[in-house]
């Protein structure tokens, strides 16, 4: 097998083992903060037995001589952990995967901020395809009884925390990443368990707890390896697997329409980043031909 094929099977899977993660929040009976906890801190424990156990403490330390361009990354993949619960929580599943999409062009906003790179044509008419597909999502959330622009705003933060995430990360390539991801989620779980009261809904819950930590752990494992094998453009194709499959996942087990303004917001908004990103992939292999 070789490196590529190896690269698109395990983000493939990375991806998949994604999309039931917001139907676990719909599915779980708690409080938003209470199931962002035990997500956090299963998925989290779940990532700190599986590097000791394969390298030990050696990647930890490393991550922790990054300095402040890796607590930034800590803390940024930390709080995604609560805030998509609540983006589930106060709006719509297709929503929130449909906003979650646009994390390349905030990428692309951060690399030219902070790393000085260009913004090609390509992207510019990208993103401007995306805000309109945007527009339609937020007038959606305005007649929807199932969305609301809170936790569409939500669904954007996550967006561009990932995207800063990732931008701050490319400064570090030297140093494997996949150790910050339990010292983000445990210390998210930390401060939302002294907020919150996390054991009388365990009783109840926990086999979901304890499924919805374990697909996250692994998503994130294999997310993490899978694209050092492949391009930036193939990534993000397999990545909107997610946004296709999570709201027909989610329609089909509780029966959640997200309604036509979602769907049309969504396939406006997918449509140009599959494109953008097709673009870039021929372009890619234009270039080592």
Request: include cysteine.
């Amino acid at each position: 097998m070789t490196d590529h094929l190896k690269g698109l099977l395990i983000t493939t899977i990375g991806v998949l083992f994604v999309v039931p993660d917001s139907l676990f929040v719909r599915l779980i009976e708690a409080d938003p903060m209470v199931t962002a906890f035990w997500r956090a801190l299963t998925a989290g424990t779940i990532v700190l037995i599986i590097l000791l156990a394969w390298q030990g403490a050696k990647g930890f330390r490393a991550v922790l001589g990054t300095g402040w361009v890796g607590a930034v990354y800590i803390l940024l993949i930390g709080s995604t952990a609560p805030a998509f619960v609540m983006a589930v929580t106060y709006t719509s599943v297709a929503n929130v995967v449909f906003i979650f999409a646009c994390m390349p062009i905030f990428a692309s906003l951060f690399s030219r901020l902070l790393m000085a790179e260009p913004i090609r044509l390509r992207m510019v008419l990208t993103m401007l395809v995306v805000l309109f597909g945007l527009g339609i999502i937020a007038y959606g959330s305005g007649t929807s009884e199932i969305a609301s622009w809170k936790g569409d705003l939500w669904a954007l933060y996550i967006a561009a925390a990932y995207a800063l995430a990732l931008t701050l990360v490319r400064r570090l390539r030297a140093v494997p990443m996949i150790p910050a991801i339990p010292i983000a989620f445990l210390g998210a779980a930390i401060i939302l368990g002294v907020l919150t009261d996390p054991l009388p809904a365990l009783e109840a819950n926990w086999p979901l707890f304890l499924g919805h930590g374990a697909v996250i752990a692994v998503a994130t494992c294999l997310l993490t390896i899978g694209p050092r094998y492949i391009s930036s453009a193939e990534v993000a194709l397999l990545v909107l697997l997610e946004s296709v499959l999570a709201p027909l996942l989610v329609w089909a087990v509780v029966g959640e329409d997200p309604g036509p303004w979602a769907i049309l917001g969504g396939v406006v908004v997918i449509g140009a980043l599959v494109v953008s990103n097709l673009i870039a992939l021929r372009a890619a292999r234009r270039r080592t031909t």
